[in-house]
T-cell receptor, first 113, second 114 residues
Framework: SQTIHQWPATLVQPVGSPLSLECTVEGTSNPNLYWYRQAAGRGLQLLFYSVGIGQISSEVPQNLSASRPQDRQFILSSKKLLLSDSGFYLC????????????FGPGTRLTVL | AQKVTQAQTEISVVEKEDVTLDCVYE???????LFWYKQPPSGELVFLIRRNSFDEQNEISGRYSWNFQKSTSSFNFTITASQVVDSAVYFCALSEAGVNKFYFGSGTKLNVKP
C-alpha cells in the first residue's frame, strides 16, 4: 500500500532563516506530487506540483521553491523565511491523470517568528 | 469567481442529529470530478469520495451520503446520526480534465457536541 511521509511535523524558525521541508511517497512509481499551504483557519492554496523528476510547476510566485531530486521525493525550500510563510504545509500525491484522487500527508506546521 | 463555494463556514449540531454540508461548483467543462475531504484536528486531509460528472447517482457509505445534482451544480454531503468523531473541517474540491490542479472550497467546520 502507498504511504506518504512528511518531516518535520512541526518547525519554529526565525524570520530570515532558510527552510527545507521534505515529502516522500512509498509504494508507487512516478506519482504526481503537490505542495499546498493552509494558513490558520483558511482553505488550501496550491504552491507547486510536479509530474516527474526535475519537473516543477509553480502556482503562486513567492518566497518558496520546490525540487524533485528523486521520483518519490519532493522538497519545499526557502532561502529566507518571512512571517507570512507561517502555516500548515501539506504534501499530496496522485497517479494517473490530473483528475485522479490526491492523497495527503500528515503535514508540517511551520511557525515563523 | 470561485470555482467551489462552501457557503457554510461553521456548523454546530448535537450528537445524533443529521447534518448537510453544501458545496456548489462552477465549471464549463463537461468532464470533471468532484471530491470531499475531511480534515480532523490532527490536520491530515482524509479522502472521502470522488465522483465524475457523468455519474449523478447518489452514493451512501454508512452514515455518509452524497447528493450530486448537475442541474444546480451542487454536490452536497450529509452525515446521518452525527457523532463527536465527525467534528472536523470538510472540504469540497473540483478537478477539471486538462487542468493539473484541484479547486478547493474554503471548507466547512463541523462541530458535533455530545
Amino acid at each position: 500500500s502507498q504511504t506518504i511521509h512528511q518531516w518535520p511535523a512541526t518547525l519554529v524558525q526565525p524570520v530570515g532563516s532558510p527552510l527545507s521541508l521534505e515529502c516522500t511517497v512509498e509504494g508507487t512509481s512516478n506519482p504526481n506530487l503537490y505542495w499546498y499551504r493552509q494558513a490558520a483557519g483558511r482553505g488550501l492554496q496550491l504552491l507547486f506540483y510536479s509530474v516527474g523528476i526535475g519537473q516543477i510547476s509553480s502556482e503562486v510566485p513567492q518566497n518558496l521553491s520546490a525540487s524533485r531530486p528523486q521520483d518519490r521525493q519532493f522538497i519545499l525550500s526557502s532561502k529566507k523565511l518571512l512571517l507570512s510563510d507561517s502555516g500548515f504545509y501539506l504534501c499530496a500525491w496522485s497517479v494517473g491523470t490530473n483528475t485522479d484522487t490526491q492523497y495527503f500527508g500528515p503535514g508540517t506546521r511551520l511557525t515563523v517568528l | 469567481a470561485q470555482k467551489v463555494t462552501q457557503a457554510q463556514t461553521e456548523i454546530s449540531v448535537v450528537e445524533k442529529e443529521d447534518v448537510t454540508l453544501d458545496c456548489v461548483y462552477e465549471t464549463r467543462d463537461t468532464t470533471y470530478y468532484l471530491f470531499w475531504y475531511k480534515q480532523p484536528p490532527s490536520g491530515e486531509l482524509v479522502f472521502l469520495i470522488r465522483r465524475n460528472s457523468f455519474d449523478e447517482q447518489n452514493e451512501i457509505s454508512g452514515r455518509y451520503s452524497w447528493n450530486f445534482q448537475k442541474s444546480t451544480s451542487s454536490f452536497n454531503f450529509t452525515i446521518t446520526a452525527s457523532q463527536v468523531v465527525d467534528s472536523a473541517v470538510y472540504f469540497c474540491a473540483l478537478s477539471e480534465a486538462g487542468v493539473n490542479k484541484f479547486y478547493f472550497g474554503s471548507g466547512t467546520k463541523l462541530n458535533v457536541k455530545p
